[in-house]
């Protein structure tokens, strides 16, 4: 595990940080959380071609500034889905129910010239700290689906993140309606020119919840091409949700194609 002394503790003045009621986080943030040993991410839907399996790892191959990704990659444990060919059916994943806290690292790859879609069926009363870590391989195809259909007193605390490689398109879909607090880092990272990312998402926050989405897109190399759209709706008391869109485009980025939008519709007072 990581040496969580070392990893500065948010107090809510950063600004990555200073709208998320880190009470409510149930101590991801700051390394409180009892974290346990089992792990909540299982294989609902394996077509052929793919493979889920559990492996011991100190390789981190990315990295983030964010804190509770900083806690999650130091677990041991990661998750691997790799994905070859070109799949009709879904791969899809779920969630078993378990006592404790956990981080759970996850890492998919898609090989070359791979097409597929995987979903990811969150549910439950989970308290996640979560890395996605998708890694599209040259000409590779992938729509990435995440449902956030947790209980209400459920916490999610997630980085998205997917690298695309020349010629590799990335769809992802973000759905979020459940849970006490959710809050997902959808990111992206160009590796070679000929990317194309599409980011959508929905969000549908009631009284009480708290469901913020950070983006960032990182245009590292020529010609990529990268949309956002993110639309949200509020009802309820102290219904509140948090949407925040960042591009990076890099000098050595010519050609880069990017726009994004988000939309939300306020129904009830209070919200």
């Not at 008391?237 to 050609?255: C, K, L, M, N, Q």
């Amino acid at each position: 595990m990581l040496n969580t002394n070392i990893i500065h503790t948010p107090t809510g003045r950063e600004e990555a940080w200073r709208f998320t009621p880190l009470a409510k986080l149930k101590g991801l943030h700051d390394g409180s959380a009892v974290i346990g040993d089992s792990h909540s991410l299982v294989s609902k839907q394996l077509p052929g071609g793919v493979t889920f399996e559990r492996v011991i790892t100190d390789i981190h191959t990315t990295s983030s500034d964010d804190v509770i990704v900083q806690r999650v990659v130091g677990a041991p444990t990661i998750a691997k889905l790799t994905i070859d060919g070109e799949l009709t059916d879904p791969v899809i994943l779920g969630r078993s129910a378990i006592k404790d806290a956990e981080y759970s690292r996850v890492q998919v790859i898609v090989k070359k010239f791979a097409k597929a879609t995987l979903i990811v069926e969150n549910t439950g009363n989970s308290l996640i700290a979560e890395d996605i870590e998708l890694i599209l391989e040259p000409g590779s195809n992938l729509t990435f689906v995440t449902l956030q259909e947790f209980e209400n007193d459920a916490v999610y605390a997630a980085r998205h993140h997917a690298i695309i490689d020349k010629d590799a398109t990335f769809k992802s879909i973000t759905v979020t309606i459940g849970g006490s607090l959710v809050r997902i880092l959808p990111t992206v990272e160009f590796k070679a020119p000929g990317g194309d990312a599409d980011l959508q998402g929905v969000y549908f926050a009631s009284a009480g919840q708290h469901l913020e989405h950070r983006l960032h897109v990182d245009h590292l190399v020529p010609n990529a091409k990268s949309r956002v759209n993110y639309k949200g709706v509020l009802a309820g008391d102290s219904a509140r949700t948090v949407w925040f869109g960042d591009v990076f485009i890099r000098a050595a980025a010519e050609g880069t194609d990017t726009y994004e939008l988000n939309r939300n519709l306020l129904l009830t007072d209070g919200a």
